[in-house]
């Protein structure tokens, strides 16, 4: 069946929804995980979609609940690039967008965004909302909010695509559409999580900027 949504603005998640970073973000976890003797069995399925400092006030010791703690962690681990690639069909669903069109909504630092964006290759939004400037991460749906507002429409009128349960819940809080990529977790958990439609990346995805509107199309 082929599925056409009418939107006016689209709002990416970054790590899972453009770059595909899952192998490299989840090596990094275990390796600091390791030095501070945190359990990866649970840390490992609750760390996508929701901010780094999130994960360290959860898991590890209070040592590591400081802004100051996770910058050096991320400074150590963002130069690691193994792994780390564009989503496949990214690019060209960004290439046919105008930046005005569409925002980074990311659980992640802006710094930690820039580079990943960059080193996939894929270009920097004009308009990013990250974990630096919103109060409440995902799955509030704040990020998501601001970033709708960054273009000047409701996110009712907004497509978001998301990679983790978290990030669906604040797209559907927001009111969005959600469509959901398979590149962190399962479909039949982003079904559960409330994902309008769930597609495996980019390919086979037509996005097409109208001018007062943007088409997506795509098989089901």
């Known amino acids: 069946m082929t599925v056409v949504i009418k939107a006016k603005g689209i709002l990416f998640d970054m790590d899972g929804t453009l770059v595909d970073t899952t192998a490299c973000v989840e090596q990094a976890w275990r390796t600091v995980a390791r030095e501070y003797g945190v359990d990866t069995t649970e840390l490992l ?23 100051e703690f996770l910058r050096s962690y991320e400074s150590q681990i963002v130069e690691q690039t ?3 690639n ?4 990214a690019l060209n669903i960004l290439r046919s967008l105008r930046p005005e069109k569409w925002a980074v909504v990311t659980a992640a630092s802006s710094m930690w965004a ?18 630096d400037t919103v109060k409440r991460n995902k799955p509030h749906p704040e990020g998501y909010l601001a970033g709708a507002n960054h273009l000047g429409f409701g996110a009712e009128h907004t497509v978001v695509f998301e990679d983790a349960v978290s990030e669906v819940l604040a797209g559907r809080a927001a009111n969005a559409t959600v469509i959901a990529l398979t590149t962190s977790t399962p479909h039949k958990e982003l079904v559960k999580a409330g994902a309008h439609y769930v597609l495996k990346d980019y390919q086979g995805v037509t996005v097409v900027d109208r001018g007062d509107h943007i088409t997506i199309e795509f098989e089901i």
């Open 45 to 67: 399925k609750n760390i996508h979609g929701r901010s780094g400092l999130d994960t360290l006030k959860t898991y590890f010791p209070p040592e590591c609940h400081t802004p």
């Open 82 to 84: 193994e792994g780390v």
């Open 86 to 89: 564009a989503v496949p069909g």
């Open 114 to 131: 820039q580079k990943r964006l960059t080193q996939a290759g894929l270009p920097l939004p004009k308009h990013l909302v990250s974990a």
